[in-house]
């Protein structure tokens, strides 16, 4: 009888631990997490493969992620961090707190892709964007713009990847004259946002001329408001590339399925949600191929600083960046 009833226990208590549904936790950026954007499709999908809890937790913009990985270190509750971009692999992998994916990847990059540690879900080019039916004719470069008195919005490079990214394409397109180029734009700036949303909002609202963005932000409002007076302005000097990635931290509890979510990265179930929820170019392009109009502000060049190169520059090209604005 003592027997039975011990098995019996047993089998009571080891119930719930195999019923027990394993989480997975994604740390990423505000706007991806928004009704609107990718994460919930994305949710339901992975869901649907993995038998597990996907949850995604916002943390600001691209910029804050690794800010707030760095401050937790090991203890973060976070398996995965999605929203980097290579303007910021270099710092990430030197933190030692990410690990090998393992994956192998084809991609439809604009540009060659290989690291250990980290795969690209989507890329696009920065943009300033306007509305065309108050600004007839958009400037064609840095000079132009910094010579116009047109007003513009940006995103603060310490906390937002567009506003990191802005300081990396001045700096690519202009070298040694990007404090030059600050000094002329620092009157056209309106103001510094902490991220993307903000400044995005503030431009919609008329409390600015023109908006750091992308080239596909237009698709937006085209394809999802059948609006088609937003436009990007393409610069002579080329604009610079965004590529944004995913790593899986080493201190994960969740190896397995931290993999098993950055293969599925690459997937169709992934990469068509991208176009039509982040508007940005998938890393991978699906099946279903891009919707109509999405492509319209192609750049004829493009600019891209390694991920050395760009850490390299980071902190000079900050200095001048925060010199002009204090003026």
């Not at 600001?60 to 203890?75: K, N, P, S, T, W």
């Not at 995103?155 to 802005?166: A, E, I, V």
């Not at 994960?252 to 179930?269: C, E, I, K, R």
């Amino acid at each position: 009888m003592k027997t039975t009833l011990l098995a019996a226990g047993l089998v009571i208590i080891a119930v719930p631990a195999m019923a027990e549904t394993p989480v997975l936790t994604v740390l990423t950026y505000d706007s991806f997490t928004s009704e609107w954007g990718p994460g919930p499709a994305i949710e339901k999908a992975f869901e649907a493969t993995c038998a597990c809890d996907l949850q995604f937790v916002p943390a600001g913009d691209g910029a804050a992620l690794l800010a707030r990985i760095q401050l937790e270190g090991a203890a973060s509750d976070a398996d995965v961090v999605l929203g980097l971009d290579t303007s910021l692999t270099a710092a990430a992998g030197a933190t030692g707190l990410f690990a090998p994916h393992g994956v192998t990847a084809t991609t439809t990059l604009p540009v060659d892709f290989a690291d250990p540690l980290f795969l690209p879900f989507d890329w696009g080019w920065f943009a300033f964007v306007h509305d065309k039916t108050k600004l007839a004719e958009a400037p064609t470069s840095f000079d132009a713009l910094a010579a116009s008195d047109l007003k513009i919005v940006i995103q603060d490079p310490r906390s937002s990847t567009p506003g990191l990214g802005l300081l990396m394409w001045v700096k690519a397109a202009h070298g040694d004259r990007a404090g030059e180029i600050w000094e002329a734009l620092a009157d056209n700036i309106v103001t510094v946002t902490p991220g993307w949303s903000e400044a995005y909002g503030l431009f919609l609202e008329g409390e600015a001329d023109m908006v750091l963005s992308y080239t596909t932000s237009p698709a937006y409002h085209l394809i999802a408001e059948s609006d088609d007076t937003k436009a990007a302005a393409l610069f002579d000097e080329g604009h610079y590339l965004q590529v944004e990635v995913a790593g899986k931290l080493a201190a994960t509890d969740q190896p397995a399925l931290a993999d098993q979510f950055l293969a599925f990265m690459l997937s169709d179930g992934f990469q068509s949600v991208i176009p039509q929820t982040n508007w940005m170019y998938p890393a991978a392009m699906p099946e279903a191929g891009l919707p109509e109009g999405f492509d319209a502000f192609r750049p004829a060049k493009s600019l891209l600083l390694s991920p050395e190169e760009a850490q390299a520059a980071r902190d000079a090209a900050l200095a001048e960046w925060q010199a002009a604005l204090a003026r």
